[in-house]
């Protein structure tokens, strides 16, 4: 039997200094950015994940996934931009970015989007809007600051028009619904001949990954977790923060 291992990155494989919860000093440093140590992982998750053929699956650019270095086996499948960038090998599948736009044309086109973002979200509170590979956007925001009622008023605008809103930590994303990390890991089963999906994650971006998945564990920390989200196949780590990657970095070891 086949099995592809596919897990989500950021607050589920590897932390930031401020969601380790554990002190860095004792960690491996797994992504650098403007010179400073960015990522990290536990040397226990990286001995478990050490030739692994797992599947990182990101919300991240493909520049900002480029800077990430795994333990895991490398040249096989990655995903980025949530779902709208397959590379192999490190090189963007044109293929599926071409089938995702086809998919995309059927939502309100980014530009109406950014347009709104750029418009709603105040300087005051705002420290950067972005695009992302073309195909969604997210804004840096200080929460102290952020109107209590503004992630609804954008969820609501959003959903109108085919998009969805979710936050992690100081970013607000709209993504397009047809924008999937589960239809990304789906092509790839598929390419794989794969007859069975595990799946990892914490974010609402991570729920329809978990849901086609045949198993799946999520860490007790994170959007998903706070929403109260919890199914029948996806267990819940014990820990938080870096040892919840630690144990699913485990889990994705035990089942190879
Ligand atoms: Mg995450």
């Known amino acids: 039997m086949s099995v592809l291992l596919a897990s989500d990155l950021d ?16 960690l491996v440093c797994v992504e650098h950015y403007q010179g400073n140590p960015q990522s990290f992982m536990s040397a226990a998750a990286v001995a478990a994940l050490t030739a692994a053929d797992l599947v990182p699956v990101t ?4 520049e900002q996934l480029r800077r990430v270095r795994l333990p895991v086996r490398g040249g096989g499948f990655a995903i980025a931009a949530n779902g709208g960038v397959i590379l192999q090998g490190g090189v963007p599948d044109e293929s599926w970015t071409a089938q995702v736009a086809g998919r995309l044309a059927a939502v309100s086109p980014l530009a109406e989007v950014l347009a709104w973002v750029r418009a709603a979200c105040a300087p005051e509170w705002t420290s950067s809007v972005r695009a992302a590979e073309g195909m969604f956007c997210y804004a840096v925001v200080d929460l102290a600051l952020l109107p209590a009622a503004f992630e609804a008023e954008a969820a609501e605008w959003a959903s109108a028009r085919g998009w969805n809103v ?6 607000i994303y709209w993504v397009p619904n047809p924008l ?22 914490d974010s609402l971006l991570d729920k329809d990954l ?22 029948d196949h996806v267990v819940v780590t014990g820990g938080v923060g870096v040892a ?13």
């Open 11 to 26: 607050q589920t494989l590897i932390y930031s200094e401020r969601s380790a919860r554990a002190d860095t000093a004792d």
């Open 166 to 171: 979710s936050r992690q930590g100081r970013k």
């Open 244 to 256: 919840a990657g630690h144990e699913i970095a485990e889990w994705f070891a035990a089942a190879v």
């Open 210 to 231: 978990l849901e086609i998945a045949d198993r799946g564990i999520q860490p007790r920390h994170g959007g998903l977790f706070d929403s109260g989200w919890r199914a």
């Open 59 to 62: 919300t991240r650019t493909v």
């Open 180 to 201: 999937t990390k589960g239809a990304a890991v789906r092509e790839i089963a598929r390419r794989l001949g794969s007859d069975q999906i595990m799946a990892a994650g």
